[in-house]
Structures are given as structure tokens and as C-alpha cells.
């Protein structure tokens, strides 16, 4: 069975940093073949996504309000992706999950789509979730 096991959350004061990762196992076709994507949950909000980074050629998108803080990154030796998190304030206090979709969807469908809530189907697989805690 596939496993994707997020981890690195934790509390940070405003202006901290903390590095997240997703460590995932069973594939059966590769890690390679799956772009994999960072969403978060706000306490009474909707999931929504932060950023992917494609399987093939490793190319990313991000949540525009995210843009220039965070940076996503993945070791395909490693079966792992990360996600940097730097100048974090109290906005950024969530639950943070790690997905995986099928490259060919990801280059299919634009992160405009796939960030959303509609299309969580179009994710074959979700991790636990690690909570980030962004004190002011």
C-alpha cells in the first residue's frame, strides 16, 4: 500500500522557519511518475493548495500569497518532498498535508484547479497531515 508520511511541523514564532517533509513508500510505478503537491487546512477553512512539483521535470507552481516564502523541493532517490517554509506568520497556523496526483494529470490540469477543493478526487493519495503552529 502506498504511504505518504508527512512530518517537520511543529511551534515558530513569527518571522521563523520550518522545513516540512513527506516521506512516501509502495509506489508501485515510481515516485517519479507522480507530481506531489502540499495543501494546508486552517482551523474553520477550506483546504486549499500550496504547491506542487512535478515528477518528470521537477517544474512548480505555487499559491501566489505563498510565493518567494515557500519553496518545494523533492529527493525522487529518497522517495521524499519537502517544503521549505521561511517568514512564517500566525496566517500560516494549519494543518499541512502532502498529496500525490499523476504527473500526466498535474500537466493536464492547471494548479488553479488543482488546488482547489473540487478537485481532490484527481489525488490518488493523501498524507497524514502535520501541524504547523505559527505563534505572533
Known amino acids: 500500500d502506498v504511504q505518504l508520511q508527512a512530518s517537520g511541523g511543529g511551534v515558530v514564532q513569527t518571522g521563523g522557519s520550518l522545513r516540512l517533509s513527506c516521506a512516501a513508500s509502495?509506489?508501485?510505478?515510481?515516485?517519479?511518475?507522480?507530481?506531489m503537491c502540499w495543501f494546508r487546512q486552517a482551523p474553520g477553512k477550506e483546504r486549499e493548495g500550496l504547491s506542487c512539483?512535478?515528477?518528470?521535470?521537477?517544474?512548480?507552481d505555487y499559491l501566489e500569497s505563498v510565493k518567494g516564502r515557500f519553496t518545494i523541493y523533492r529527493d525522487n532517490a529518497k522517495n521524499t518532498v519537502y517544503l521549505q517554509m521561511n517568514n512564517l506568520g500566525p496566517e500560516d497556523t494549519a494543518v499541512y498535508y502532502c498529496?500525490?496526483?499523476?504527473?500526466?494529470?498535474?500537466?493536464?490540469?492547471?494548479?488553479?484547479?488543482?488546488?482547489?477543493?473540487?478537485?481532490?478526487?484527481?489525488?490518488?493519495?493523501w498524507g497524514q497531515g502535520t501541524l504547523v503552529t505559527v505563534s505572533s
Open positions: 509502495g509506489f508501485t510505478f515510481g515516485f517519479g511518475d507522480y507530481a
Open positions: 498529496a500525490a496526483v499523476q504527473d500526466v494529470l498535474y500537466k493536464m490540469y492547471t494548479t488553479s484547479y488543482l488546488f482547489t477543493t473540487r478537485a481532490r478526487n484527481e489525488f490518488d493519495y
Open positions: 512539483i512535478s515528477g518528470g521535470d521537477g517544474s512548480t
